[in-house]
């Protein structure tokens, strides 16, 4: 059209208002304009991306409501049904992490009443457990050590005597982080050595940036005694600047260097877990398993695991070591001194020597908690050593557990003064210091979650046992019976290593270890041939940032990418796998009996497929 042309039908002649003009469709207004018809698409994409937005509260609602068929389920039965019901529906929100991992673990408590298969008191006795006590007396001492700062010292202490040669440095730092976690909790020592891990190698990369500009604009000589001030003054604030320093600054081989010693740390914190009962939740879970559905076994102790776990945590160790040291600073310097050479420097020499003597002379608190811990320790292992009697058959059998010895030392600790009269450190006058640990520090430290979320594990195998839902997956994984032992453990270990890089550690085996439990009983095999492996699987997770809260620690320093993480952790897995096999198989299968079928396994073996 030459020009616009407008036709208007007034209201009294129609309904309609028509309008033409040359303007292009588009641009013509539309009466439905702004509504959320017109929008179309976008508004279903609003919709979709709110949804996703909030996807965790999808799955809160969503799974419930999916699986609700198996509460009208009649087959197997009634009970069996319910069962799997709360275990797919705790599974779910573990592996998702809809819900905080300890609020999944308190279900039980209501949804078990309500749907009609245990009472709440049944299922609240497995929250205060005498394992889970242990865990608590483990935690407590974990808590003084904290307060008065022994594992820094220790940790400071070693490194120092190491020196800071790459290999050695790793070596030191995973040897300090696989021996603290042991005892204290594998986040709490990720978290304590990783910015002095981070400071050293920042402090070693400045130092020799430092010698190869004097090098290249030679300044004038110094005396011994100022230089030494002025590297201390700039090495004064190394910890505190170093989550401001990228560490893509730094040179590649140095960046190596960080990205090893990262991984040690996270490494050595979730392989020192393994190596005590105390040290991991799943260690804690197997120990309930065992008492759930072998009540008449008592191989599980705090003595007889560490006499069985620690030479597979040192090996364990040993191949973390040699893995970084291959992968991040080339293999020829597994072996000569020559190629580490260049990273020799005082920086971060003057790091340990600073931030040690910060800590001043050992303390009295300090000399007492290490009494009181090798008198734990020596307690804890000759109470029911197995090779020899111990002091705890001077009492009625299974009186004294090694529940009770942790908590005898730990209520010392409230009464014990923290110094003497007369002793170094201590205030003028006759009166005593104030006890080594005192309530209200333990009640700000102590983590609870992590005792909750262990007795929803023990309420859930309490609820596989007494449903009949083990017996019955028992029953039907027998046809694995045709597979040898060697091989069904290897899988089992593989299936729970690649499960535990998603979901917790302690939620995996409380999936997992009552229906190997049943398992093993039906298919004769020793109980502890299948369980003990996958339980130190369970703590396997190398791979992946969210796998465990070392790995996310470590990650968040900034040092790594994803698949710097990926390429060491796969490795790690399969060679402390390996490990693992190789340990049950030998020194575990003499020292447990594992080649026999023990007469306690059998009371295990009387329910029927149905």
Known sequence: MDKDIKVDFSPESSQHDFITSTEPLAKLSDPREGSPISSG????????????????????????????????????????????????????????????????????????????????????????????????????????????????????????????????????????????????????????????????????????????????????????????????????????????????????????????????????????????????????????????????????????????????????????????????????????RENDAEFENEGGKLVLKREYQKLGKTSCPEIILITFFVILVLLWLFRDPKFMPGWSSAFEPKFVTDAATGLFICTLLFVFPSSFPGISGHKSGLQLGPPILDWPTVQKKLPWGVIILLGGGFALADMCKKSGLSDWLGCKLGVLDSIPPSALVFICGVVMTFFTEFTSNTSSASIFLPILAQLAATIGVHPLYILVPVTICASFAFAFPVATPPNAIVFAFGHLKVLDMVKSGMLMNFLCLGACMLAINTWGTAYFKLNTFPDWANITTTSQCT
């Open 41 to 336: 698409g976008s508004y279903w994409r609003s919709i979709v991306k709110e949804l996703l937005k909030n996807w965790k509260l999808l799955v809160i609602v969503l799974t419930p409501i999916l699986l609700s068929p198996l509460l009208v389920a009649q087959q197997p039965n009634e009970q069996i049904a319910k069962c799997l019901y709360i275990l797919i529906l705790m599974a779910t929100y573990w592996c998702t992490e809809a819900l905080p991992l300890p609020a999944t673990a308190l279900i039980p408590m209501f949804l078990s009443p309500a749907i009609g298969l245990l009472g709440a008191k049944v299922i609240a006795i497995n929250y205060i457990t005498d394992l889970n006590f242990l865990f608590v007396a483990g935690l407590i001492f974990a808590v003084a050590i904290e307060k008065w700062n022994l594992h820094i010292r220790i940790a400071l202490r070693v490194l120092m005597l190491v020196g800071t040669r790459p290999k050695m440095l790793l070596l030191g730092f995973i040897s300090v982080t696989g021996f603290l976690s042991m005892w204290l909790s594998n986040t709490a020592t990720t978290a304590m050595m990783i910015p002095i891990a981070h400071a050293v190698v920042i402090e070693m990369w400045k130092q020799k940036k430092h010698e190869n500009d004097q090098s290249t604009f030679p300044m004038q000589p110094q005396n011994e005694e100022s230089g030494v001030a002025e590297t201390e003054a700039r090495f004064k604030r190394s910890i505190d600047d170093s989550e401001e320093f990228k560490p893509s600054e730094m040179s590649p081989k140095f960046q190596n260097l960080g990205k090893a010693v990262s991984l040690s740390i996270c490494y050595a914190a979730n392989i020192g877990g393994t190596g005590t009962l105390t040290g991991t939740g799943p260690n804690l879970l197997i120990g309930d398993t065992m008492s759930k559905y072998f009540p008449e076994s008592d191989d599980i102790t705090f003595g007889s695991w560490i006499l069985f776990s620690l030479p597979l945590m040192i090996i364990c160790l040993f191949i973390c070591w040699v893995i970084l040291v291959v992968m991040f600073l080339g293999p020829r310097t597994l072996f000569c």
